[in-house]
């Protein structure tokens, strides 16, 4: 009896709300294709979600999450590792080894909070803030290199071994994003020279047939951020104009009355996309 019931779960249907460029909506449509799972797709808004999204995620209010037979889990990372538990048998994402296990989860850890902000950091910033957020990717970067280098990714093409595992997916469905601030920003982020096994590692990821599906093209990519670039500065310089100070760029748009109001998809693309690698 309690066999059918795991089954029948497993069976239910998968519903993944999300929007069409986010990085960590990406990580889970990557991860639900990697292991063969049907599901449905719903876009959301982000600057009018929707209000299956706002009921089904009531705490933060962003993509993705992920129904599974009606009921909900948002947080990407979460949801991968979910997926690992419920379907373990359909290409596990994350090793049988116990420490191995935890150490995906610490690098993981590493990527949303040291190494995507840092990025993030160096799209929303010009001069010398930027130049500083550029040296701090270059340090997280040299970090992830050095552990593929000689560290406990050693001798692998993959971080989770000869195929993908949690670590890529996280990493990878981000890492996609430097390409294209290098371009929007003129800044270089990745180079091959300096960080050669990072380097490799991205384009096998970015190679994978399952991640040519999921990841957007280039130019719309391009064109999306020129445009979120363009609004992020405009909105700090009109703060700028009415008064705030140059270090407090995301207070302007409340603080400054003189300013005109921004739009809702300026405060919904800040909030939920801008960091997004």
Known sequence: MEGKEENASEAAPLKLLGSWASSYTHRVQLA???KGLEFEYAEEDLANKSDELLRLNPVYKKVPVLVHGGRAL???VIILQYLDDAWPERRPLLPADAFDRALA??????????LGPAVGAVFTSTG????AAVRQVHENLALVEAELREGAFKGRRFFGGDEV???DVVLGCGSYWLAVFE???GVRLVDADAFPLFHAWLRDFEALDEVRETIPAVDRLLEYAR??????LGLAGAGGAGGAGADAPSSTAADAPTASPPPAAATAT???IAVDI
């Open 32 to 34: 639900l294709r990697l």
């Open 74 to 76: 948002p947080e990407s």
């Open 105 to 114: 989860r610490f690098w993981c850890h590493f990527a949303d909070d040291k």
């Open 128 to 131: 010398e803030e930027q130049e």
């Open 165 to 167: 595992g949690l670590l």
């Open 183 to 185: 371009e929007v920003t």
């Open 227 to 232: 445009g979120v670039r363009h609004m992020l």
């Open 270 to 272: 800040a909030a939920d």
